[in-house]
């Protein structure tokens, strides 16, 4: 049995190949099922809702071929997750339940000792900073090390790939282009595939996830304005 609950963009999911395997479903039965969750939720106003706790992705197969799939949020899970009330698929909802719990407390955890690290390394900058003999060959060195730091960093920035909420928002950006191309879930299936396969080849990555954070605007833009090849 695979991992129930993983860490994705600093908090915890599940997604729908899991389900599937947990709760002894096909998986294109829990895709159904998760599409019609989300359908029920535009019907009801709550576009920003599924945006929020259901995220597009895909997995590769053992034969190397790209399939898709569907992160889901604690919220997201326990909605798709009502509709299964038999015996055994209580108990294994609650040991979903549990998992994402013992995760969000490990988040939180992880996220105090960050911190604790943090304080401690401007502690002791600080220190050093006091201690320091303020002489004009070391501002000539500080002054050398915060121009080396510069070029690095424009070098990085250049590179840099979208952050965890940059990502959000062009899912978001391509789940509304969907949504606006067709209600029919079949489709917008083949849709979210041929959208994110030609942003991969527009913008010459591996992922959506890989897309450089300059060129974000750019690819809001193409979402934006894209065409499909063919929509029923």
């Known amino acids: 049995m695979n991992q129930l609950v993983f860490i994705h963009n600093n908090q915890p999911v ?10 002894e479903k ?8 998760i599409e019609n969750q989300i359908t029920k939720l ?7 809702f599924s ?10 197969n053992e034969r190397g071929r790209e399939y898709r799939k569907i992160n889901m949020t604690e919220d997201a899970f326990t909605l798709v997750a009502m509709a299964y009330v038999t015996p055994e698929a209580m108990k294994m909802k609650v040991k979903f339940l549990q998992e994402f719990k013992r995760m969000r407390e490990y988040i939180q955890n992880n996220k105090v000792k960050v911190l604790d690290d943090r304080t401690a390394l401007i502690q002791s900058l600080k220190l050093t900073a006091e201690t320091a003999e303020k002489t004009d060959q070391l501002e000539k060195t500080v002054n050398l090390q915060q121009q080396k730091i510069l070029e690095i960093e424009n070098k990085v920035d250049e590179q840099i790939t ?7 928002r062009l899912q978001k950006g391509v ?6 191309l067709s209600n029919i879930p079949e489709e917008r299936s083949r849709l ?17 996830k890989d897309v450089k954070r300059k060129e974000l605007q750019s ?5 934006e304005n894209w065409v499909p090849r063919r929509v029923s």
């Open 14 to 23: 599940t997604d729908s190949l899991t389900v599937a395997e947990v709760f």
């Open 192 to 208: 979210f595939r041929e959208l994110y396969r030609e942003i991969k080849d527009r913008f010459g990555v591996a992922s959506y």
């Open 162 to 168: 979208l952050t965890s909420g940059e990502q959000r």
């Open 219 to 223: 690819a809001l833009r193409y979402i």
């Open 26 to 33: 096909r998986h294109d039965i829990v895709l159904r099922d």
């Open 175 to 180: 789940a509304a282009k969907v949504y606006e």
């Open 42 to 48: 535009q019907e009801a106003g709550e576009k920003e």
């Open 51 to 60: 945006l929020h706790n259901f995220e597009e992705s895909t997995y590769t």
